[in-house]
């Protein structure tokens, strides 16, 4: 079902987009804006979102925009794996809620893993402080 649902800009993402909620950033520019998940599955857990309005989800994003944001999600992965040396990186997103899938504004995540350190579960961790997360969001920028 909501796999097709019309795009509410009322959504966390958009508000935080509109810069109506905070949020920790590591980059932006014209196409995408990438913040510190505050519900983290593990240390370095970044978010890649489109600044294109409309797209809930993968499907959704118009051809034309995937190329340039697909850039940005490789951009903030290689910073996450310069600045936080990770053992390897988890890119992943979610489509509709059956999937998974809870904010629904197109998003990829980025998880830095760490030999023997599981991840914690999918948007069911503590909620960070920005202070908590500010000096991890640091290091991922100067990856950039
Ligand atoms: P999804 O379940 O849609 O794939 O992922 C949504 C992600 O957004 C989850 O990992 C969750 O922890 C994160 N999240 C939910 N609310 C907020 C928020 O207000 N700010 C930030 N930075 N992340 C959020």
């Given at each position: 079902m909501t796999l097709h649902a019309p795009y509410d800009p009322a959504n966390i993402f958009g508000k935080i987009l509109r810069g109506e909620m905070p949020s920790v950033k590591v980059f932006e520019d014209e196409v995408a804006l990438a913040f510190m998940d505050v519900f983290p599955q593990g240390e370095g857990h970044t978010l890649v979102i489109p600044k294109?309005?409309?797209?809930?989800n993968f499907l959704d994003l118009p051809e034309a925009e995937v190329g340039g944001y697909m850039l940005r999600v490789q951009k903030v992965a290689r910073a996450v794996e310069a600045g936080l040396k990770p053992d390897g990186l988890r890119v992943f997103q979610f489509n509709g809620s059956a999937a998974g899938q809870t904010v629904f504004h197109l998003h990829f995540h980025i998880l830095p893993m760490w030999d023997g350190v599981k991840p914690g579960a999918h948007a069911g961790g503590g909620m960070k402080s920005a202070a908590e997360l500010e000096p991890l969001a640091a290091r991922i920028r100067a990856g950039l």
């Open positions: 294109f309005l409309g797209a809930r």
